[in-house]
């Protein structure tokens, strides 16, 4: 019943940026928090960032504090995630995700778009 639709993946050289968009379909987006979470190749899926459903508070693995930003613009149902300073370690396929704020675990889940740094 909720859709989450990912772009801006692709190829980049280390040290480059993209910027990810997520966008949801939905009446209720402002009540959710949102997430993006990320898996590498031979890897378990593992957490990359998240913010309030208001946008007021964000959280960040530390793999990523100090080059990723999320922020969210939910008058046009969407999030967002710039990557600055990339890594090739930061090779992936990077996933939004959606969270009821009243639920304890993310429900839906986009599609993913790849994600990969070259060296």
């Known amino acids: 019943q909720v859709q989450l639709v990912e772009s801006g993946g692709g190829l980049v050289q280390a040290g480059g940026s993209l910027r990810l968009s997520c966008v949801a379909s939905?009446?209720?987006?402002?009540?959710?928090?949102m997430g993006w979470f990320r898996q590498a190749p031979g890897k378990e899926r593992e957490f990359v960032a998240r913010?309030?459903?208001?946008?007021?508070?964000?959280y960040y693995a530390d793999s990523v504090k100090g080059r990723f930003t999320i922020s969210r613009d939910n008058a046009k149902n969407a999030v967002y995630l710039q990557m600055n300073s990339l890594k090739p370690e930061d090779t992936a396929v990077y996933y939004c995700?959606?969270?009821?704020?009243?639920?304890?675990?993310?429900?839906?889940w986009g599609q993913g778009t790849q994600v990969t740094v070259s060296s």
């Open positions: 995700a959606a969270r009821d704020s009243l639920r304890p675990n993310y429900d839906y």
């Open positions: 939905g009446r209720t987006f402002s009540s959710y928090a």
């Open positions: 913010i309030s459903a208001s946008g007021g508070r964000t």
